[in-house]
């Protein structure tokens, strides 16, 4: 009887197809790619179905979450202005390297005067400290820390990009009304009646 | 693949052909797709790629305190008070001159969007200009939370209502919202 031969299948396969795929995606994300800054105050922002994108390029970022504010503002030029103008308005004196490490911390929430110790430490330690926030509230009849930061940034960003600064609200979808209303009150301390409020994407159904 | 070969020169056959070995030219990519997967995984979870997404919002003036307030006839303007537990209760009119009776009513699709496009189509009919619709007083109330206020938002931008505003929470409207039992008071 003859045997009935099986044929042998190789069992590799050709992966060159594979392979091109994989790296056309990996050269694709590499290039597309900013890194994720790890953000000290993590909120969790409301979804609408609103498509505007949020600008890159001059814009303070007012965070609110559990009861706490964080300020951060994209432009590190700008940044280190708003630090000496303020330290002079506070009488907090900064050394250079401090100014320098500052203008790397994407954004902060402490009173000025434990400033210092949040510089000296490095990225990691600062989100684990837990940072209690900006004052939002004005003490004896002088403006708020929270002002005072935000009135500086926009004066430094007019100094240096010649342009007005944005501001927008990143809150947290729990946040009480209350803390946000403190915020909106600022600005409009400021004359600032036009701002942005950060959402995350949602799919519009948009039924009439 | 450059080397000669040169083996099986004393074979059989005489003035034997020099016969190359075959040699595949295929390699092992195994190990190279696993790599180029590990770093794509790794530069997707690290992108950024959705950007957030900006509202802008406007508030009125606030330092001409002399401001003379617009004329607005009580028919035209919904107040829609954010109380608790994602709840809203509105009513057309002023506060002293109710126009419907407060009604509770919460952030979903039949819920608040088709009020809002119902009062705005029957303030439209009452005016007889496509232009002078309805106008939405937003109050926020201390027990409201932040996502409720962007849903209200987001709801003008969806039944494109043109003429909204957040305005401040009056004390008798809360004692409505307490009435009804969504100002929880802890």
């Known amino acids: 009887m003859p045997r009935v031969k099986i044929a042998r299948k190789s069992t590799a396969i050709d992966m060159t197809a594979m392979c091109d795929v994989a790296f056309l995606l990996l050269t694709f994300f590499i290039l597309t790619a ?3 800054q790890p953000e000290p105050l993590p909120v969790d922002t409301p979804a609408s179905t ?3 994108k949020q600008p890159d390029t ?5 965070t609110v979450g559990h009861g706490k ?6 432009d590190q030029n700008v940044r280190v202005k708003m630090l000496e103008n303020m330290s002079s308005i506070y009488k907090v004196p900064f050394t250079e390297t401090e100014k320098k490490r500052f203008s790397l911390m994407e954004s902060f929430g402490v009173p000025i005067n434990q400033l210092k110790q949040i510089i000296a430490m490095d990225a990691s330690q600062r989100i684990k400290v837990g940072q209690p926030g900006i004052p939002v509230d004005s003490v004896g009849g002088q403006a708020s820390e929270l002002h005072q930061w935000i009135y500086q940034a926009r004066i430094a960003t007019k100094q240096i990009n010649e342009s007005d ?3 927008s609200i990143k809150g947290d979808q729990k946040e009480e009304y209350p803390t946000v209303k403190k915020i909106i009150d600022i600005l409009q301390a400021q004359n600032l009646n036009k701002f942005s409020l950060i959402t995350s994407l949602r799919v519009a159904d948009k039924k009439k | 693949m450059a080397e000669l070969n040169t083996g099986g020169g004393g074979g059989g056959h005489k003035g034997g052909k020099v016969r190359s070995k075959k040699q595949s030219t295929r390699v092992d990519l195994t190990a190279m797709v696993d790599l180029a997967f590990l770093l794509i995984t790794f530069f997707m979870l690290t992108t950024t790629l959705a950007k957030p997404q900006a509202m802008d919002m406007f508030m009125p003036d606030k330092d001409e305190k002399n401001q003379e307030q617009l004329k607005v006839a009580d028919n035209r303007s919904l107040n829609l008070l954010l109380g608790s537990n994602n709840k809203i209760e509105y009513y057309i009119g002023t506060l002293e001159n109710q126009l419907t009776p407060p009604t509770i009513t919460d952030y979903s699709k039949d819920g608040i969007r088709k009020i809002l496009l119902e009062t705005n189509k029957k303030v439209i009919g009452i005016t007889g200009d496509p232009s002078k619709g309805v106008i939405v007083l937003i109050k926020p109330s201390d027990k409201s939370n932040y996502r409720n206020l962007v849903d209200i938002l987001d709801e003008m931008k969806i039944t494109d209502i043109k003429q909204y505003a957040i305005s401040d929470i009056f004390p008798a409207e809360v004692e409505l919202l307490k009435r009804d039992k969504i100002y929880p008071s802890n």
């Open chain 1, 34 to 36: 900013t890194a994720r």
């Open chain 1, 50 to 52: 609103v498509t505007i």
């Open chain 1, 58 to 62: 001059g814009i303070g970022t007012v």
């Open chain 1, 69 to 74: 504010v964080f300020f951060g503002i994209k």
């Open chain 1, 165 to 167: 600064m944005r501001v």
